[in-house]
Structures are given as structure tokens and as C-alpha cells.
């Protein structure tokens, strides 16, 4: 099987640790991963602003890099929700049949990594160990518009050691959504601020989600308020194992 990783824009930026979890993790269970370095943006924040038509020469860069591979796994539900269900609606418009080709070929290859790890690799237990209480926050687009449902869930109760506190109010949205948070600044702060009360009401250590946009704003606003909660990805605890544990990194704005 030949699998890409598809490292998205925040991680690559601002968490390239998360992409180094992923290939760890991957590699552990047996799986040989490339990463196209002509990978750049999914064009998410082009299509949910509107731009659709500057969202055209995106896409055909994203369905160039990953062509030919079997599966392209991202540890974002986000981005992969945007490949799945917005790289069609981008194809048909700009009126290029073979970009409407290679987008049907490749979208459906597109995996977040939970999704990957159940349903392709069939693995709930990766061998992982992070002797942590920890609650889990499940991102807009990871749970409405991919329905990877308690995916993340059945990976995080196998992992050694770990605690997993149910969170109040888990599908609430946490008002981060990208340009949403830019736009509707007063709103966005609201809306994360009561989930930052949610998360405080666990009693958790550490929140994990599947998308490090929703931790920035989360662990920000944790941090102004010194709720003294850490954020870490899903892929970050799910490549911890025993002796290595101490060595995962933590989102910025987290206070440990």
C-alpha cells in the first residue's frame, strides 16, 4: 500500500510534531509513508471565504502531489473533510472535466488518521502509553462533516495508562472554525470559553483533539486563564509509548 501523509498547513507551520507523530506512529504499525513535498494548502480557507475560483489552482496542486497513492492520511479532520466534500464542488465549477477526474479519483483516498488506523489498518490498540487523565474534544468537521463518530474514542481507551474523562458538551463547536474566529471575534472567544469551563469541569490534565486549529484556540484561551490544561494532538499520544512519553510535545498556548 502505498500511503502519503498530508502534514496540512497549521502542522507544518506551527506543529511539525504532530506530522513527526504520525509517521512514527504509522511506521511502527508496519506502514511504509512518503510526503510529496509539492503538498502545500488543502484550500479550505479559499472555499469557506467564497473564493472559489482562486481555490481552483489549489486543488489541482493537492490532486497532483497525492495522485497515484492508495491512501493519504492527515491528522485533521478539517483538511480532510475540505479533500472529501470541497474539492468536488471546486472541480465542477472551474468547468475542467480533468480536474473533476482526478478529484473523484483522489478524494475518496483521503483519510483522516483516525479513520485510517479503524477502518483501513482495523487496529484500535497501536501500542501506545500516556499515563495521563485526559477528555476529548471532537472537532466540528471531524465529527459532522466526516462522521469519524467514536473512532477517536476506541483508539484513546486502548492506550495504556491513560484515563479518558467523558467532556460536557462535547459537540459543541469549540468557535474556533478558521475565518469564523477572525470575523466574529467577541463570538468566537464566548464559544471557547465555555469550552474551556467544560474541560475545567473534568478535573483532565490534558485535552486531545484530532485538529490542532481547534487546540490553538482552545489552549489559548486555557492558557489566559492559567487553567493549567495541556493540549496534545491525537496522533501525539497515540506515537507515545513507555520510556518516550516524556519526549511529547504540547501545543503552543498550553500551560503544563
Known amino acids: 500500500m502505498r500511503v502519503a501523509l498530508m502534514v496540512t498547513c497549521i502542522n507544518d507551520a506551527l506543529y511539525p510534531g504532530t506530522g513527526q507523530a504520525v509517521v512514527r506512529l504509522l511506521r511502527r504499525l508496519g506502514v511504509k509513508v512518503d510526503f510529496p513535498a509539492a503538498q502545500t494548502c488543502c484550500a479550505q480557507p479559499m472555499v469557506n471565504t467564497g473564493y472559489l475560483d ?3 489552482p489549489v486543488v489541482r496542486t493537492f490532486v497532483d502531489a497525492f495522485s497515484g497513492y492508495d491512501a493519504i492520511v ?3 479532520g478539517s483538511c480532510a473533510g475540505s479533500a472529501r466534500h470541497q474539492h468536488g464542488l471546486v472541480a465542477r465549477r472551474s468547468g475542467d472535466p480533468g480536474l473533476e477526474r482526478a478529484v473523484a479519483e483522489v478524494s ?3 483519510y483522516e488518521l483516525s479513520e485510517f488506523l479503524v477502518d ?3 487496529v484500535t490498540d497501536v501500542g501506545a502509553y500516556f499515563p495521563h487523565t485526559v477528555t ?3 472537532t466540528c468537521h471531524s465529527l459532522r462533516m466526516l462522521g469519524v463518530g467514536d473512532r477517536p474514542r476506541l483508539l484513546l481507551e ?3 495508562g491513560l484515563t479518558l474523562l467523558d467532556l460536557p458538551g462535547a459537540d459543541q463547536c469549540c468557535g474556533f472554525g478558521g475565518t469564523f474566529a477572525v470575523k466574529n471575534a467577541d463570538t468566537s472567544v464566548a464559544m471557547g470559553t465555555d469550552k474551556v469551563r467544560h ?3 473534568t478535573g483532565a490534565e490534558v485535552l486531545v483533539a484530532g485538529d490542532n486549529s481547534c487546540l490553538t484556540h482552545i489552549g489559548g484561551l486555557m492558557s489566559r486563564q492559567r487553567a493549567g490544561v495541556r493540549t496534545v494532538h491525537l496522533a501525539e499520544i497515540l506515537a507515545s509509548t513507555e520510556g518516550a512519553v516524556l519526549g511529547v510535545p504540547t501545543t503552543a498556548g498550553a500551560r503544563r
Open 54 to 56: 482562486e481555490a481552483v
Open 74 to 76: 492527515t491528522p485533521s
Open 108 to 110: 475518496p483516498r483521503v
Open 120 to 122: 483501513v489498518l482495523g
Open 136 to 138: 476529548y474534544h471532537p
Open 158 to 160: 486502548s492506550v495504556r
Open 199 to 201: 474541560v475545567q469541569e
